[in-house]
């Protein structure tokens, strides 16, 4: 059985830091394409971030330079380091797998998905 668990979530405030964990089960990380989207209330689905077998990422513009995606291929753990928190960085964080082998940024690539982990930031 797949199982997709984010953790780290919490409220903070702007200007600080953040580490997301997702821990999968029944789903070797490094066997597939991995990534980070987010949710904001009344928005869609957005990527965040992605990191391929060969450790190679891709951020989305807004996140660039402040979000690191990295996995821990022995733990089986994918992680989102988030610093210099903005207000708009509110909102409802995923991890998601896919089996694509070079999937895009976008929900509808990715076949597995976790509950999510809320990331409040006030100003």
């Known amino acids: 059985q797949v199982q997709l668990v984010e953790s780290g979530g919490g409220s903070v405030q702007a200007g600080g830091s953040l580490r997301l964990s997702c821990a999968a089960s029944g789903l070797p990380l490094r066997n597939y394409r991995v990534a980070w989207f987010r949710q904001a209330p009344g928005n869609e689905r957005e990527g965040v971030a992605r990191?391929?077998?060969?450790?190679?990422?891709m951020y989305a513009d807004s996140v660039a330079g402040r979000f690191t995606i990295s996995q821990d291929n022995a733990k089986n753990i994918l992680y989102l380091q988030i610093d210099s928190l903005k207000p708009e960085d509110t909102a409802m964080y995923y991890c998601?797998?896919?089996?694509?082998?070079?999937?895009?940024?976008?929900?509808?690539?990715?076949?597995?998905w976790g509950q999510g982990t809320q990331v409040t930031v006030s100003s």
């Open positions: 998601a797998a896919s089996e694509t082998l070079y999937p895009a940024l976008v929900p509808s690539a990715y076949k597995y």
């Open positions: 990191i391929d077998r060969y450790g190679g990422t």
